[in-house]
């Protein structure tokens, strides 16, 4: 999940309970009478939800199914092309569907039994600490939806095809989801704002836009980068910088648009030795130190 509030629709609920999401006049939904009544009921399950109980059924149509056939076909050549051989071995260990699109609870019984991570729905925005935090008790916060029928490779909002495609294959590996929970565990322990702040923005240029050397050519392990089918073809081309924690904690980035600066990890076990010892270890006053020497 992204975590920009002006990224998400905002969700509304109703004097009478029932939830509405209120698209952008720009969202290639907006004008759909019978995909907006879904956004409203899809949100609803996920306000409903209370941790613990199974995640309730989406509805989707047959046009939404074939969406996921066409992008998982598609990304799956592009993936073999640019992703990590850990996040191809982490495909092939969840062995999502590929016809379909699963359901969330479908994704959490497939992932559970690999590494322990389960999947919660979220109907939006989730608040940056709830979001990050429980990735250290294995939980992963998703949305539900999938992006409108009439542009399958483009959606304004992370929708079920960034948070399965992106994030579920790569928590399927043992490498990658122990980076999640030490992103959580950094969550939970710093507790001021900015430095919550910076542990997100670490989280960002790694888990949602890492790219690695793998065999002599640079490739992707994010997930933004993996469930994006335009992006997933620019990024060698973008401003890429070393692997350093001082610099992603505090470079800006823009949500909307294709991330034009990327951190390069040298390997897996060099993102494990510097971010993952920076997310095991930091605290607030570690975090300021780390932003008076960028500065
Ligand atoms: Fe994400």
């Given at each position: ?16 309970g ?5 698209l ?13 009544a ?15 109980e ?6 989707y ?24 051989a850990?996040?191809?071995a ?12 699963p ?12 590494t ?13 600490r709830?979001?990050?935090g ?48 030490l ?16 542990v ?6 790694t ?14 392990y994010?997930?933004?980068?993996l ?6 073809e ?28 990327l ?33």
């Amino acid at each position: 999940m992204f975590e920009e509030a002006q990224y998400f629709a905002p969700i509304a609920t109703q004097d009478d309970g029932s939830v509405v999401v209120e698209l952008a006049s720009s969202h290639p939904g907006f004008a759909d009478p019978v995909y907006r009544a879904r956004r409203n009921a899809i949100a609803g399950l996920a306000v409903n939800h209370r941790r613990g109980e199974p995640i309730p059924l989406a509805e989707y149509t047959e046009q939404e199914h074939e969406v996921w056939a066409l992008v998982t076909r598609e990304l799956g050549v592009k993936h073999r092309a640019y992703a990590t051989a850990e996040y191809l071995a982490g495909v092939e260990r969840l062995g999502l569907p590929r016809e379909r699109i699963p359901q969330l609870q479908e994704v959490s019984e497939l992932l559970e039994p690999l590494t322990g991570f389960r999947y919660l729905p979220a109907a939006g925005l989730v608040p940056l600490r709830d979001f990050y935090g429980v990735l250290a008790d294995g939980y992963f916060h998703s949305t539900q939806y999938i992006r409108h029928h009439s542009v399958p490779f483009y959606t304004p909002e992370p929708d079920v095809v960034h948070e399965v495609i992106g994030h579920a294959n790569a928590l399927a590996s043992d490498r990658y989801a122990a980076l999640y929970r030490l992103a959580g565990q950094a969550a939970r322990r710093v507790e001021g704002e900015e430095a919550l702040e910076f542990v997100s923005k670490v989280f960002w240029f790694t888990l949602e836009f890492g790219v690695m050397r793998e065999g002599g050519e640079l490739r992707a392990y994010g997930a933004g980068i993996l469930s994006s089918y335009g992006e997933i073809e620019e990024f060698r081309g973008m401003d890429i910088r070393p692997l350093d924690v001082a610099a992603m904690g505090t470079t800006h980035y823009d949500i909307t648009k294709y991330q034009d600066v990327l951190f390069q990890a040298d390997s897996l076990g060099h993102l494990e030795d510097v971010v993952g010892d920076f997310w095991a270890t930091c605290d607030d006053d570690s975090i300021a130190k780390l932003v008076a020497t960028s500065s």
